[in-house]
C-alpha cells in the first residue's frame, strides 16, 4: 500500500469563522490559556458601505520542508514520513530556536511545563481511526483532512477541483495545510495593523 | 486471526515499543477516519463516552461526554444527532469549563449581610429546603397563592417541571422566555400558522434574504442551521442577501450587504412585497389556496408601501429593493428569514408577519426550501397534571416594572437560571426592586453560579448543571423528521448540588398542601421514562435504555409532513389585520451626536452564560463600542479612545472599535461582556484553584469591557410582548 | 484597502534580551581573542601587552556566555541532548562544538603565553583566530537560517556579526587598558602610543561596520515588501529611537567624532568614552537584531 501523506484542506467558502476548531483543540490537546495550536484570524475589510469579512483559520503547516526541523538542534522534531511533523517532548531543551524559525507562530512554550508544542494534526486520533479534532468538530464543514496519496480522498479531489493557496510560499516551505478561496489581506501579516503601515 | 504475517508482526512490535517509548500509537495504516470517539493520548485507550445534550444555547445540539478515570474529559458531537450532525460549536466544547468551574455554588448559601453585599453563609440542603417550605406554606396559610412567582429560563425541559409546580401550587404566575429569537417572533409565527417555531430550510433553498439575523454568529438553531446554510450555499450556490446594520460576520460573507436604518426591516419588506406584487412576479396560485387572504386585496395593501418610500424611510436605494424583490421572486425555492435584528424592536412582530407575508408571496411556505415549521414530538408528561393556572406569562421584563409600582404583589420570588439583572433592560431597576425586601420579602434562586441578579437572593441553591442532571427533550426538527433526544448525567453532579427537577420533587413532597400529588412520579427519571412509555415505537425500540446508549432517537419512519395547519381556517392567516410596517416613534428625529445602540452576539457567548468559561473568555473579553469611521472622524475619535454613552436612564464609559462596517448613525455593542459579578473566571486575572490553568489567566489586562443593559429602557412590543432591544437611542461624546 | 483586524492572537516573543546578551558576549570574546592574537599569532609587537588581557578576556566572557544561553533553555538539565541527539544542520549544533573547542583552545594558548612558549603560543593563536571567527560567525548564522525572520534572514548577517565582534572587542580593550594604565596603575609613567593605535583600528572597523549595516538597510529597503516594512520599523518605526539614536549615533557617529576629531583623539577620557559608547552601541545592535527580529508580526 503506498504511504500516506496526510494534508488538511480549509475550505474558506465554508468557514464561519466560529472558533470552534479553536476551542475544540484546546479541549483536545490541553492547550492551556494564552497559548493556541490553532487559531481564527478575523478581518473586515472595504469601506462603507462595500465591506466583507474574511477568515483565516490557522495552524502548524506540517511543511514539507519545514525550517522549524532544520534548525532544531537536538533532532527533537522531525518530519514524519507520513507528513506530519512532530515533537518529541523528552528530548526538546527548550531553545526556542525552532520558535524562531516558524513563519507561521505555529509553536508555542507550554507554560505549564516547559515543553515546546504545536499541532500535530492529531496524530494520536488519527492513527486511531479519527478525524483531528478540529476538524470532527467543524460546524461548517470547513475543515477536511484527509490523504494526498489517495486519489479518492476529499483533500485530493478539493484540490484538484480548486484554485487553492498556501501561508507565504515564498518560505519554501510547502505547507501541507491549503485553503481554498483564502483572502490575500487575511494572509497578510501587516494588513490592517496600523503600525505597520 | 491467524493469519497475522511476519510484517504485520514486525508492525505490533513496533508499535507497541512506540506505545512505551512515547505513550503514542506509532504510524500505522488506519481505517477510514471515524467520527464520535475519543482516545486517551496518554493509555492510547478508547475513551467511554455518554451521549446527552447540550445547552450552552438554545440549539439543543447532542454531544459525548468522554470520560476517563470519572472525570469528563472531553465533549464531542454525537453524529447520531439529525440536527447538528456530530458538530459543535465553540460554547458547545466550552461547557466544561462550566462543569469543572471553580466557582461553582459549593452548597447551599443563606445570605448573611444586606441584600446585594455578597455575604453568605452555608447552610445544609435540609435547612434549606425547610425555609423555603416554611415560607411557601406561609403563602399557603395566607391564601396567597398567587404570590408565589417562577422565573425560569430559556431551557424548554425544565419549562415544563416548572409550569407544573407552579399551577400545583396554584401560583398564576411563572415565566419563561420565549426561545424564538424573541416572543416577538413566535408570536407572529403563531398568529398566521397555528405554529409555535419556524425557521428557513435552508439546505434546500436557492436564495436567502436575510433581515436582521446573524447565523454565522448567532441563532437559536445554531450548529444545525448554519451547516445546512452554507451547504446550500457552497453545493446549490444559493445567494444570500443581508439586512444589517453592521457588518456581522453573516452580513461580511453574504453576497450583498444592506446596511438599514434599525427599526425599519419592515418597511422593506413590505416594500419588496409590493414590487412582488406590482410586477406579477408572485405565485398567485399559492395565495389563493393557503392564505386566508387575496391577491387583489393584498395588492391594495401593499400600494401604500412603494420603493421610493422605503427608500426614505429606511436609507436602502431604492433600485436595490426592486432588483432584490425581483430576485428573490424568480430564484426558486427562496427563502426569507428575520432574526433579532428584526425582530427585537418594538415593532418586531409586525415585521415577523410581514417577513411570513413575503414568504407566502412567491409560495415558500412550508415548503422544501422555504419557510419552514419543524415540529418536534409533543412530550407528554405523567399524569396526574395539575390545572393550568390562568397567566402564564411569557415575558419577564415587566414583571419587575409591576412589582416596582406596587401593582404585582410578591410573596416568594423563586428564579432558576435566570439572571435578570445583567440580561434584561434597565438592569438598575431590576437590582433596586430584588434589593427592597419590602417588596421581595423572600427571594430563592436555583444557579450553578454566583450571578448579578442571585447576588440579591435570599437563599440560593446549587444547580447541577446540564452535564449532570436529566432532561428528555424533542427539538426543532431541520429535516422535518420529529426526533427525541436524552439529556442524561455525564457524572454525578459536583460538589453538594442537585438538579432543578430533584429540587422541585423534594420541595412539592415538604411543602404538602396538595403540591406533591402532582409529584408521586418520583424521580426525574421516571418522569422522563413515562413520557417516553407514550411513544410506542421508541418504546419498541428500547425506551428509556436505548436513549441512554445512543442519546437520539430517530422515528425514521415518519416521512416529513407538511402542509397541515393549526390555524382554525386551515389556511395561514395574515387577515383581517394585514402586516403594516409600524415606524417606531422615539426613531423619528434623532439630533446630532445620538445613535442608535443595537446589541449582538458574539459566536463564542452566550448571553450572561459563557462569561466564566476560560476557553470563551480568551477568545472575546472586550467590549468596545462599534462606531463609523466618518461619525468616529466627525467627533475626532481615534481606536481605542474612550466615550460615554448615555441614554435616557444614564451612561456607560468604553473604549471605540473605529469601523467602516456600521451605519452612521449606530453604534454597537454586545451584550455579554462586562461582568460584574459571576465568579472570577470572567475577570481574567490569574488566580489558584484547583485547576492549574487558572494561574495563567491574562486578559484582565485588557480589562473586562462594559454591559449595554443598565442604559437600555424597558419598552415594550404591544403585540408580541418583546422586549425592543435595538430601539435605544443614546448620545455619545469622547470622554 | 481599509483593512481592520476583527480578531488575531498575540504571540509571546520566544527570545528575548538574555539571547541578545550572549550573542554580545561572544562578540566580545571573539573580538578579544583576535586582538590578542595581533601580537602572538601575527607578530605586531606594539600589540604585546593586549595578548594576555585578550585572552584572559576571551575566556572568561566565554564561560559567562554559555551560561545565559542555557539559563535561557526551557530545559536546562537537557542540556547534553545537544552533544548526544546533535543536527548537523542546526547551527546551534555547530554552536556546541564551537563553544566546547575554543575555550579548551583559549586555555591552551594562554597557557603557553603565560609560559612564555612563544612558538606554541603561536601555533594556538593560529588555530584560534578561525574558531573565534567561527564562533562568533556562527551566532550571525544562527539568526541567517532563521528565515522566517526578514530582519534576520540575510547572507550578510555572519559577516556584520563578525565586523560587529571586532568593533566591541577593540572597544572593550581599549577601555581595559585604560583602566589598567590610568585607574589601576595610576602612578605609573605609560606611552599612549597602544591606545591611539587602538583608536585608530577602532575607527576603521567602526566605518567597515557601517558599510555592512548600510547595505543590509539598502537591500532591504528595496527588497519585497516584509523586508522594506523591516526596514522601515528600524528608521522611522518603533526600533528607530534605538538603532538611529543608540546604535548609529550614540554607539557609531559620535565615537568616530572622538576618535577623529583633531581635538579628542589624543585626549584619553575621549577615547573612554568613544569606547564606551560603541560599547553600548554593539549591544544595542543585539537586542535590535534578536528583539527587533521578532516583532516584525508573522500572522
Ligand atoms: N453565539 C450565540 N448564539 C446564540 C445566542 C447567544 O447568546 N450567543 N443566543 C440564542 C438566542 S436566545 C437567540 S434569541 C438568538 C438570537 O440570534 P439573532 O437572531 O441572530 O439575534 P441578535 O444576535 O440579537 O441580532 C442579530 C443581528 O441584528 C442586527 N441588528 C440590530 N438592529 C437591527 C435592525 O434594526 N435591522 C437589522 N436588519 N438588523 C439589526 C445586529 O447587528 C445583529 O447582527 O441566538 C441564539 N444563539
Ligand atoms: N442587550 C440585550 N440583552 C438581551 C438580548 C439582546 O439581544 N440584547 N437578548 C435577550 C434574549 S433573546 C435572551 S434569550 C436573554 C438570555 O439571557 P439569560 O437567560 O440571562 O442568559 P443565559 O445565557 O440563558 O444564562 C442565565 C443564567 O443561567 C445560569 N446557568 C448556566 N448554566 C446553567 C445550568 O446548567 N443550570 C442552571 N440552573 N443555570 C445555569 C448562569 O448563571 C446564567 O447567569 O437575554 C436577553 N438580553
Ligand atoms: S470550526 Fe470550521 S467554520 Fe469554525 S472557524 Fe474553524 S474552520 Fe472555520
Ligand atoms: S508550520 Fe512552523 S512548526 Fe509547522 S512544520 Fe512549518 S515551520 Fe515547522
Ligand atoms: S525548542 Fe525543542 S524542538 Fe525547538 S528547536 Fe529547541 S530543542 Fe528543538
Ligand atoms: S489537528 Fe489537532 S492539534 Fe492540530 S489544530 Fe487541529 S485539533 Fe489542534
Ligand atoms: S449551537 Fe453550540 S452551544 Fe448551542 S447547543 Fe449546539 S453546540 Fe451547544
Ligand atoms: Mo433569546
Known amino acids: 500500500m503506498k504511504k500516506k501523506r496526510y ?32 487559531w481564527v484570524k478575523i478581518i473586515e475589510k472595504g469601506r462603507y458601505p462595500n465591506i466583507t469579512r474574511h477568515f483565516l483559520p490557522t495552524l502548524c503547516n506540517q511543511c514539507e520542508h519545514p525550517p522549524c526541523v532544520i534548525n532544531c538542534p537536538v533532532q527533537a522534531t522531525w518530519k514524519q514520513e507520513d507528513g506530519i511533523v512532530i515533537i518529541d517532548e523528552h528530548r526538546c531543551i527548550g531553545c526556542k530556536y525552532c520558535l524562531a524559525s516558524c513563519p507561521y507562530n505555529a509553536r508555542y512554550v507550554n507554560p505549564l511545563m516547559p515543553i515546546v508544542q504545536k499541532c500535530y494534526f492529531c496524530r494520536h486520533r488519527v492513527y486511531a481511526g479519527l478525524e483531528p479534532a478540529c476538524v ?17 480522498d476529499e483533500v485530493t479531489k478539493l484540490l484538484s477541483k480548486h484554485p487553492f493557496q498556501t501561508l507565504k510560499p515564498e518560505m519554501g516551505t510547502y505547507p501541507q495545510v491549503y485553503y481554498i478561496a483564502a483572502d490575500a489581506d487575511a494572509m497578510d501579516p501587516f494588513a490592517g495593523r496600523k503600525e505597520w503601515t | 486471526m491467524s493469519g497475522m504475517n511476519r510484517r504485520d508482526f514486525i508492525k505490533w512490535g513496533a508499535g507497541g515499543m512506540a506505545l512505551l517509548a512515547t505513550g503514542l500509537p506509532l504510524e500505522g495504516e488506519p481505517a477510514p477516519l471515524e467520527k464520535g ?49 456530530g458538530r459543535l460549536c465553540a460554547k458547545g466544547i466550552a461547557g466544561l469549563n462550566h462543569l469543572y468551574n471553580p466557582d461553582r455554588i459549593p452548597s447551599p448559601l443563606r445570605r448573611a449581610g444586606k441584600r446585594g453585599e455578597g455575604q453568605w453563609k452555608q447552610i445544609s440542603w435540609d435547612e434549606a429546603f425547610n425555609e423555603i417550605a416554611l415560607r411557601l406554606n406561609a403563602l399557603q396559610a395566607e391564601k396567597q397563592h398567587h404570590n408565589f412567582i417562577l422565573r425560569n429560563a430559556w431551557d424548554l425541559s425544565s419549562n415544563d417541571l416548572a409550569w407544573r409546580f407552579a399551577s400545583a401550587f396554584d401560583s398564576s404566575t411563572t415565566f419563561h422566555h420565549a426561545v424564538l429569537e ?19 430550510d435552508v ?28 451547504d446550500a450555499r457552497i453545493n446549490l450556490g444559493a445567494k444570500m442577501v443581508t439586512f444589517d446594520v453592521r457588518i456581522s460576520q453573516t452580513a461580511g460573507k453574504s453576497d450583498e450587504w444592506f446596511p438599514i436604518i434599525p427599526g425599519t426591516d419592515g418597511m422593506v419588506v413590505l416594500a419588496m412585497a409590493y414590487v412582488i406584487a406590482s410586477e406579477g412576479l408572485w405565485d398567485r396560485e399559492f395565495i389563493e389556496r393557503w392564505t386566508n387572504t387575496s391577491p387583489a386585496r393584498l395588492l391594495r395593501h401593499l400600494s401604500a408601501y412603494t420603493p421610493k418610500k422605503a427608500e426614505s424611510v429606511s436609507g436602502v436605494r431604492a433600485s436595490d429593493i426592486k432588483r432584490i424583490a425581483a430576485e428573490f421572486a424568480t430564484a426558486k425555492p427562496s427563502v426569507a428569514i428575520g432574526g433579532g435584528g428584526a425582530l427585537k424592536h418594538i415593532n418586531g412582530t409586525s415585521n415577523q408577519k410581514s417577513i411570513l407575508l413575503l414568504n407566502a408571496m412567491v409560495g415558500s411556505l412550508d415548503t422544501k426550501g422555504g419557510f419552514i415549521f419543524p415540529q418536534g414530538y409533543l412530550l407528554d408528561p405523567p399524569d396526574p397534571k395539575p390545572p393550568k393556572s390562568q397567566r402564564m406569562n411569557p415575558e419577564s421584563q415587566n414583571l419587575f416594572v409591576r412589582v416596582a409600582r406596587g401593582t404585582q404583589p410578591v410573596g416568594v420570588l423563586m428564579t432558576h437560571m435566570d439572571n435578570a439583572v445583567y440580561r434584561g433592560p434597565n438592569s438598575k431597576l431590576i437590582s433596586h426592586v430584588l434589593e427592597d425586601e419590602s417588596k421581595i420579602p423572600f427571594h430563592v434562586s436555583i444557579d450553578p453560579f454566583l450571578n448579578e441578579s442571585n447576588l440579591y437572593a435570599d437563599i440560593v441553591l446549587p444547580e447541577a448543571i446540564y452535564l449532570e442532571r436529566w432532561d428528555l427533550l424533542s427539538p426543532p426538527p431541520m429535516e422535518g423528521i420529529p426526533y427525541i433526544a436524552l439529556r442524561q448525567p455525564i457524572v454525578k453532579p459536583m460538589a453538594h448540588s442537585l438538579p432543578f427537577s430533584e429540587i422541585l420533587i423534594e420541595l412539592a413532597h415538604r411543602v404538602g398542601g396538595g403540591v406533591e400529588r402532582y409529584f408521586r412520579f418520583g424521580k426525574m427519571e421516571h418522569y422522563i421514562e413515562a413520557m417516553i412509555r407514550k411513544i410506542p415505537k421508541l418504546v419498541d425500540a428500547g425506551g428509556i435504555d436505548f436513549l441512554m446508549d445512543k442519546g437520539i432517537w430517530v422515528n425514521s419512519e415518519l416521512k416529513p409532513d407538511r402542509k397541515r395547519l393549526k390555524t382554525p381556517s386551515g389556511k395561514y392567516e395574515f387577515e383581517p389585520s394585514l402586516p403594516t410596517y409600524l415606524p417606531i416613534p422615539h426613531h423619528q428625529q434623532l439630533k446630532e451626536g445620538e445613535f442608535h445602540l443595537i446589541t449582538f452576539q458574539w459566536n463564542v457567548h452566550s448571553y450572561s452564560q459563557t462569561a466564566n468559561c476560560k476557553w470563551l473568555m480568551e477568545i472575546v473579553h472586550r467590549n468596545p463600542l462599534w462606531i463609523n469611521e466618518e461619525a468616529a472622524k466627525r467627533m475626532s475619535l481615534n481606536n481605542g479612545d474612550r466615550v460615554k454613552v448615555t441614554s435616557s436612564l444614564g451612561s456607560i464609559v468604553t473604549p471605540v472599535f473605529v469601523t467602516q462596517g456600521i451605519h452612521p448613525r449606530v453604534v454597537a455593542l454586545s451584550d455579554s461582556l462586562g461582568r460584574w459579578n459571576y465568579g472570577r473566571t470572567p475577570q481574567g486575572k490569574p488566580f489558584q484553584s484547583q485547576d492549574p490553568e487558572t494561574n495563567l489567566l491574562w486578559w484582565g489586562k485588557h480589562g473586562t469591557g462594559v454591559h449595554p443593559n443598565p442604559i437600555i429602557p424597558i419598552l415594550q412590543d404591544p403585540l408580541g410582548e418583546g422586549q425592543g432591544w435595538m430601539d435605544t437611542v443614546v448620545k455619545a461624546e469622547k470622554v | 484597502m481599509d483593512v481592520n483586524i476583527i480578531y488575531n492572537i498575540e504571540h509571546e516573543m520566544p527570545l528575548g534580551i538574555l539571547i541578545s546578551l550572549y550573542f554580545y558576549l561572544t562578540g566580545l570574546s571573539a573580538g578579544s581573542f583576535i586582538i590578542s592574537t595581533f601580537a602572538y599569532g601575527f607578530g605586531m609587537v606594539k600589540f604585546k601587552p593586549l595578548g594576555k588581557i585578550g585572552v584572559v578576556m576571551a575566556t572568561l566572557l566565554l564561560v559567562i556566555a554559555p551560561m545565559t544561553l542555557l539559563v535561557d533553555l526551557e530545559q536546562p538539565l537537557r542540556f547534553w541532548h545537544l552533544i548526544l541527539y546533535l543536527r548537523i544542520t542546526s547551527p546551534i549544533t555547530w554552536g556546541t562544538f564551537l563553544l566546547t573547542l575554543y575555550p579548551m583552545n583559549c586555555v591552551v594558548y594562554g597557557y603557553f603565553m603565560f609560559r612564555g612558549d612563544m612558538k606554541r603560543t603561536k601555533i594556538f593563536g593560529l588555530i584560534g583566530i578561525p574558531l573565534a571567527l567561527m564562533v562568533h560567525g556562527y551566532t550571525g548564522f544562527i539568526l541567517a537560517l532563521g528565515k522566517a525572520r526578514v530582519l534576520w534572514n540575510t547572507a550578510i548577517m555572519p559577516p556584520i556579526f563578525l565586523v560587529s565582534a571586532m568593533v566591541s572587542g577593540l572597544a572593550m580593550m581599549t577601555l581595559v587598558v585604560i583602566i589598567k594604565d590610568y585607574v589601576i596603575q595610576r602612578k605609573k609613567e605609560h606611552d599612549p602610543t597602544l591606545i591611539y593605535d587602538l583608536g585608530k583600528l577602532l575607527v576603521a572597523s567602526i566605518v567597515l561596520d557601517l558599510i555592512l549595516i548600510g547595505t543590509d538597510l539598502t537591500v532591504l529597503l528595496t527588497s519585497h515588501t516584509e523586508a522594506y516594512k523591516a526596514a522601515v520599523m528600524l528608521i522611522k518605526g518603533s ?19 572622538l576618535l577623529l576629531s583633531p581635538f579628542t583623539k589624543r585626549w584619553i577620557p575621549g577615547i573612554a568614552i568613544a569606547s564606551l559608547l560603541v560599547m553600548i552601541g554593539i549591544f544595542a545592535m543585539r537586542c535590535i537584531m534578536v528583539i527587533g527580529g521578532l516583532s516584525i508580526p508573522l500572522s
Request: glycine share 10%.
Open chain 1, 136 to 152: 470532527e468538530v467543524c460546524p461548517a464543514k470547513a475543515r477536511i483532512f484527509g490523504d494526498l496519496n489517495n486519489p479518492e
Open chain 2, 203 to 230: 439546505s434546500h433553498t436557492r436564495y436567502i434574504l436575510n433581515f436582521g439575523a446573524n447565523p454565522y454568529e448567532s441563532h437559536y438553531l445554531f450548529v444545525p442551521f448554519i451547516q445546512r446554510l452554507i
Open chain 3, 239 to 257: 526600533f528607530s529611537p534605538l538603532f538611529l539614536g543608540v546604535e548609529i549615533f550614540l554607539g557609531s557617529i559620535i565615537p568616530l567624532l
Open chain 1, 7 to 38: 494534508a488538511m484542506v480549509i475550505d474558506l467558502r465554508r468557514c464561519i469563522g466560529c472558533h470552534s476548531c479553536s476551542v475544540a483543540c484546546k479541549a483536545e490537546n490541553r492547550v492551556p490559556p494564552g497559548v493556541f495550536r490553532s
Open chain 2, 182 to 200: 424573541s416572543p416577538n417572533g413566535a408570536f407572529a409565527i403563531h398568529d398566521v400558522s397555528g405554529h409555535s417555531i419556524g425557521v428557513g
Open chain 2, 37 to 85: 470517539k475519543s482516545i486517551s493520548r496518554t493509555t492510547g485507550r478508547m475513551r467511554k463516552s455518554i451521549p446527552s445534550v447540550c445547552m450552552m444555547c438554545p440549539a439543543s445540539c447532542g454531544i459525548l461526554g468522554y470520560l476517563e478515570y470519572g472525570k469528563v474529559i472531553n465533549i464531542g458531537g454525537n453524529p447520531l444527532d439529525p440536527n447538528s450532525r
